[in-house]
């Protein structure tokens, strides 16, 4: 599951694009949920929800979190947590794709399609410009 800050910082990038009224649609990937459960009943339930899901391709391992179009071009994202350290100096590293995405972007490569794993609003504006999506 995501880390808070990596939701954060999704939720930031969808604001901004949506305030600067860019020219470029951004669609999130909804490629996990936590559903609450108390009793054996429901985890059971969930999971056979989740595995649907899956069977009818509607969640993809793997999948990154954003997806962009713009006029004559699109390109995927994901956003990972920035490396952190907590008040007692303790350093987190940064988040890493996991073997589905590495995969996925292997794929994307071979078929020409943008990707990038981003920490922050700022990378992916940058990287949007990159592209010559805004």
């Known amino acids: 599951m995501a880390d808070q ?36 009943d429901e985890k059971d339930i969930v999971r056979r929800i989740v595995r649907r899901m899956k069977e009818d391709g509607l969640l993809l391992p793997g999948a990154l979190d954003l997806s962009f179009h713009w006029h004559g071009g699109g390109g995927i994202m994901d ?32 078929l020409g399609v943008n990707y990038a794993f981003v920490h922050s609003w700022q990378e992916c504006r940058d990287k949007l410009r990159e592209w010559g999506a805004i």
């Not at 920035?82 to 589905?100: E, M, T, V, W, Y």
Request: glycine fraction near 4%.
């Open 79 to 110: 956003v990972k947590r920035p490396a952190s350290k907590d008040l007692f100096g303790h350093k987190k590293p940064a988040g890493r794709p996991s073997p589905d995405q590495k995969e996925l972007v292997k794929r994307a490569a071979e």
């Open 5 to 40: 800050i990596e939701r954060s910082i999704q939720s930031e990038i969808m604001l901004r694009i949506r305030a600067a009224a860019m020219p470029v649609m951004a669609l999130p990937i909804p490629n996990g949920i936590w559903i609450p459960t108390r009793s054996d």
